[in-house]
């Protein structure tokens, strides 16, 4: 597998996790990478995305101030801190390559992980 997911949960609200995501070497090199979401019954969304220096940010509105992107480039992983957490987080999380224009929050690579599932309970 090229992306592999990990550390989804069941939390209450108001809840924390830190989901992390291991990319291949082929595909994290050099790239922007970033999170998304899908919820049920809806369309993937985005949700954070990190340059592959680490020098630019972008995240969602409805994340802005409660989930933190890191990565670690030595081991092809980037995590999302998430704190705060609502019931409206709850979803299945998944990481790609990003358009490096983060604003744009487009996913690159077209084959998807397992994704990580995330509940977060009222």
């Known amino acids: 597998a090229q992306l592999v997911e990990s550390g989804g949960g069941l939390v209450p609200t108001g809840g924390s996790l830190t989901l992390s995501c291991e990319a291949s070497?082929?595909?994290?090199?050099?790239?922007?990478m970033g999170w998304f979401r899908q919820a049920p019954g809806k369309e993937r969304e985005f949700v954070a995305a990190k340059s592959w220096s680490g020098g630019n940010t972008h995240y969602a509105d409805s994340v802005k101030g409660r989930f933190t992107i890191s990565r670690d480039n030595a081991k092809n992983t980037v995590y999302l801190q998430m704190d705060n957490l609502k019931p409206e987080d709850t979803g299945i999380y998944y990481c790609?390559?990003?358009?490096?224009?983060?604003?744009?929050?487009?996913?690159?690579?077209?084959?998807w992980g397992q994704g990580t599932q995330v509940t977060v309970s009222s």
């Open positions: 070497t082929r595909i994290y090199r050099a790239n922007a």
């Open positions: 790609n390559v990003v358009n490096p224009l983060l604003r744009i929050g487009r996913p690159l690579f077209d084959s």
